[in-house]
C-alpha cells in the first residue's frame, strides 16, 4: 500500500509539473470561481483545488478554459483519486465521459449512445441515449436479477423481462409509451 501511495505521489506531482510548464498556466483559489464553480473570466490552463463545503473533501480539477468556458479535455480528483474525465468544446460537454462508476458519450451536451454504470457489488446497468433522451437497448442486474427491455423517445415500450439469478424468466411485460399493455 505504502508503495501505490508512493507512486501516485510521483505520477501525480509530475502531471502538475508538466502542466506547470505550459504556456498560460496558472493556479487559482477559490474565488476565482462563483457560486456554481464557473471560471469568472478565466483563459488558459488551470489546476484548481477546493474545499467542498459541507462534505468536506478537496478537489482538484485540471482542464482548459476559453473566454471563461470549459474547453477541451479536463479531470478532476477528489482526495487524490481521479474521480471524473470529460471533454468540452466551448462549455458544452462533447465526447467521452467516465464519472464514477458511470461512462459513455455527449454530443452537443446530451448523453448520445449506450452509456454504462457498475458497482464493485456486480450490480450494472445499460442505457441508451438519443439526443439525450433514453432511446433504445436497456439492461439492469441488481442483486444478481437482470431486467432487460427497451426505450423510445424516453419511454419504456416493447416486450420487458426480468430473469432470476439462474436466467429463469420472472415477468414479461408490454409497454406501449411508457403504459403497461395487456396481450
Partial sequence: MKYKLILFFILFAGSIQTFAQMKNYSVFDKDDFDKKGIPKS???QVIYQGYVKGIGYVVNQIGEYKNGKKHGHFIFFI???LSCEEHYINGMLNGYSSCGESSGVYKNGKKD?????????GNSEI???KKGKKDGYYERIFNMIKTVGRYSDDKKDGKWITYDEKGQVLTEIFFKKDIEVKI
Avoid: A, F, M, V
Fill in 127 to 129: 442505457i441508451t441515449y
Fill in 42 to 44: 478565466l483563459n488558459g
Fill in 79 to 81: 482526495d487524490g483519486h
Fill in 113 to 121: 449512445g449506450p452509456w454504462k454504470s457498475s458497482s464493485d457489488t
